[in-house]
C-alpha cells in the first residue's frame, strides 16, 4: 500500500471505532485470553514460580503467542488484495477510543443519578483495585489519563511507525501485560519480559501523550508536574501519562488505594483540589482532541515526504 493512503487508513480505522465501538461478541482478544492462559498454565505450574529461571520461560512463552499473529498481520498488511482492509481492520481492533468514553461516561451516568455503588462498580472496571475502596471519579479520570496512552495513542502511533502490523504488535503487548505484567507471587519471573517489552515499546508513545496533553491542557504546570512527579511514580510510562495529564487538567491525582486487598501510598500526581465530576469530561476531551491533532499531523508528514520523494 503506498505511503500516502495510510493517513486515510487510520482515519477510517479510528471513524470506524468511533461508530462500532470494540465487538460485543467473538472479541479477538477473548480468544488471545484464553490461548494465553493456557500457555501460563503449561510454562509456569506452581513449583517454578519462585525460580529466576521463569524470566527466560516467560519471554519464549511470550514469543511463541505474539510472533505467528504479528507474522500473519504482516503477510495481510503487504498483500496487494488485503492491504487497505488489513491495516483498516488491524488499527480498528488495536484502538479503544469509544470504550474509554463509554467506560468513563458509564461512571458518570451513575454519579449522576447519585448511585455510589453503580459508579464504584463502573469505574473498577477501568482500574485493578477493589471496588468497595475505589473513589470512582479520582479513579475514572487516572484511568482516562493512563488508558489514552495504552489504548489509543499507542496503538496510534505504532500504526505510524509499521502500519497495521505495529498497531497489532502494540495492542498484544499491552494485553500480556495487563494479564502476566504482575509483581505477584505467581508473575514475578514470569511476567517479567511480557513486562519489559511493553515498556520497551509504550517509552516513546508516553512521552508524546503527555506533551499532547500538556499542549492541550495547562501547558506550563503540566510540564512542571511531568518533571517534578514523573520520577516518583511506580511505572516509567504512567508517570508522565498521567502527572501531565493531571497537570493539565489542573487537579490531584495519586494519594491511596487498594489493590488486592492491600493498601497502597501512591505518590500525589498533578497539582490543585481532587477531581469533580466534570473532570472526567475534561479528560476525556485531552484524549479525543489529541487523537484530532495526532491524525491532522501524520497526514502533513506523511505528504510533507511524499512531495519530497517527487521532487
Not at 4 to 19: E, H, K, R, S
Not at 123 to 129: F, G, K, L
Amino acid at each position: 500500500m503506498p505511503a500516502i493512503a495510510m493517513p486515510m487508513v487510520a482515519i477510517v480505522a479510528v471513524a470506524l471505532d468511533f461508530t462500532l465501538g470494540e465487538p460485543r461478541r467473538f472479541h479477538p482478544l477473548v480468544g488471545f485470553g484464553f490461548l494465553a492462559n493456557k500457555l501460563e498454565a503449561r510454562f509456569n505450574p506452581k513449583a517454578k514460580q519462585n525460580s529466576p529461571t521463569q524470566r527466560f520461560t516467560g519471554l519464549i512463552a511470550l514469543l511463541l503467542l505474539i510472533l505467528p499473529f504479528v507474522i500473519l498481520a504482516y503477510w495481510l498488511c503487504h498483500h496487494l488484495i488485503t492491504c487497505f482492509v488489513a491495516n483498516t481492520l488491524l488499527l480498528y481492533f488495536a484502538i479503544g477510543h469509544k470504550s474509554l468514553h463509554e467506560h468513563a461516561r458509564a461512571v458518570s451516568a451513575a454519579l449522576n443519578n447519585n448511585d455510589e455503588d453503580l459508579a464504584k462498580t463502573a469505574a473498577s472496571y477501568m482500574v485493578s483495585r477493589d471496588s468497595s475502596a475505589i473513589e470512582p471519579i479520582p479513579a475514572t479520570v487516572e484511568s482516562v489519563l493512563e488508558n489514552g496512552n495504552d489504548g489509543v495513542f499507542g496503538a496510534l502511533f505504532w500504526f505510524f511507525i509499521a502500519g497495521g502490523t505495529g498497531a497489532l504488535l502494540f495492542r498484544l503487548a499491552n494485553t500480556m501485560d495487563a494479564m502476566w505484567g504482575y509483581k505477584t507471587p505467581r508473575f514475578f519471573y514470569f511476567g517479567w519480559a511480557a513486562a519489559r517489552f511493553d515498556d520497551a515499546l509504550n517509552y516513546i508513545p508516553a512521552r508524546l501523550t503527555a506533551l499532547t496533553y500538556a499542549l492541550l491542557g495547562n501547558t506550563k504546570l503540566a510540564l512542571r508536574c511531568w518533571k517534578s512527579q514523573a520520577p516518583t511514580w511506580d511505572s516509567p510510562n504512567a508517570g508522565p501519562v498521567m502527572s501531565s495529564g493531571a497537570g493539565a487538567l489542573n487537579v490531584k491525582l495519586g494519594g491511596a488505594a487498594r489493590y488486592f486487598g492491600e493498601w497502597h501510598e501512591r505518590p500525589v500526581l498533578g497539582a490543585g483540589n481532587p477531581p469533580v465530576l466534570n473532570d472526567i469530561e475534561r479528560a476525556l476531551a485531552l484524549v479525543r482532541h489529541g487523537v484530532y491533532i495526532w491524525l491532522g499531523i501524520f497526514s502533513i508528514i506523511t505528504l510533507m515526504i511524499a512531495s519530497i520523494a517527487h521532487a
